[in-house]
């Protein structure tokens, strides 16, 4: 099973921006990102099909997130840009075993998780 890495999470106040990456150990199909707040359940952020052509985006992060993929450097990126605090949580990077994204349910393996806090 392939491990992945995420990194660049921090501290950021509202309106900032971040860009988190996540590393994968091997070759890896549809990914995406999920995150989860205090007290919440896990939700969907974002996905993408193995050839970066095909982009999905939750409602509450539209406009003002980017998933995007280097498939030679084996890494995933989420450009988060116009942060609010509601978007403090964990962030997990996830892969599935299918080329193309078709929902979060499609997910098999997951990272530990990056903390992104955006103080208002």
């Known amino acids: 099973q392939v491990q992945l890495v995420e990194s660049g999470g921090g501290v950021v106040q509202t309106g900032g921006s971040l860009r988190l990456s996540c590393a994968a150990s091997?070759?890896?199909?549809?990914m995406g990102w999920l995150r989860q707040a205090p007290g919440k359940e896990r939700e969907f952020v974002a996905g993408?099909?193995?050839?970066?052509?095909?982009?999905f985006y939750a409602d509450s992060v539209k406009g003002r997130f980017t998933i995007s993929r280097d498939n030679d450097k084996r890494t995933l990126y989420l450009q988060m840009n116009s942060l609010k605090p509601e978007d403090t949580a964990v962030y997990f990077c996830?892969?599935?075993?299918?080329?193309?994204?078709?929902?979060?349910?499609?997910?098999?393996?997951w990272g530990r998780g990056t903390q992104v806090t955006v103080s208002s």
């Open positions: 091997g070759v890896t199909l549809a």
């Open positions: 993408i099909s193995w050839t970066g052509t095909n982009k």
């Open positions: 996830a892969a599935s075993g299918k080329v193309n994204f078709r929902g979060p349910a499609d997910f098999n393996s």
